[in-house]
């Protein structure tokens, strides 16, 4: 099964960054942005992931439930303010997202011990380093990605509001046509 480690964001915060999205929709009667090559993240898919294992064994996946709920255990709940936006890819964005700022060094950490712990348990480790980000569209065509990293760079300080991380998850996504779906095989209080 494929599985990632992920936390949740509410739905307050969902909601404006669906409101950012329309804005960003709207901006394509402005210049080149081809709708068929833009896959925006559907509202009720939205997750900070914080670790992609892929295609793991049902003993495999025992042990990072168990490796979760010990981390889980040894952290505090707390806040993330979500209200910064950018993009990853260059001039010609391949990814549009949004990003916190209060809360985002404990987000930080708690990526870094399950990166570690699952290490030490076999799994590979991620080459690049976490970042905290909420991703809200990728771009195939060299055209759109230039377009919305103009609007992208528009935004100045975005305010989508603050979510509390009180558990960490463990889901499985399946790809379907109509894009991804998640089940969630584990749900891990912090304390």
Sequence with gaps: MRVFIAVDINEQVKAAIGRL???LKKKREAG???????????????????KFLGEIDNEQLAAV?????EIAKERKSFELDVESAGFF??????VLWVGSTRGSEKLCDLAKAI??????????KEEREFSAHLTICRIKDLASGKR????????????????LIDAVKVYQS??????PVYTVLGNYKLQ
């Excluded at 990166?115 to 590979?124: C, I, Q, T, Y």
């Excluded at 919305?148 to 979510?163: D, P, R």
């Design 21 to 23: 999205q329309e804005q």
């Design 32 to 50: 080149p942005f081809s709708t068929e090559q833009v896959k925006w993240v559907r509202r009720e898919a939205m997750h900070l992931t914080l």
């Design 65 to 69: 439930s168990k490796i979760i709920e």
């Design 89 to 94: 890819g260059g001039r010609a964005a391949k």
């Design 115 to 124: 990166e570690e712990r699952l290490a030490e348990a076999g799994f590979p």
């Design 148 to 163: 919305l990293a103009e609007e992208a760079g528009k935004l100045g300080s975005f305010k989508a509001g603050t979510v």
């Design 174 to 179: 399946q790809l379907m046509p109509t894009g």
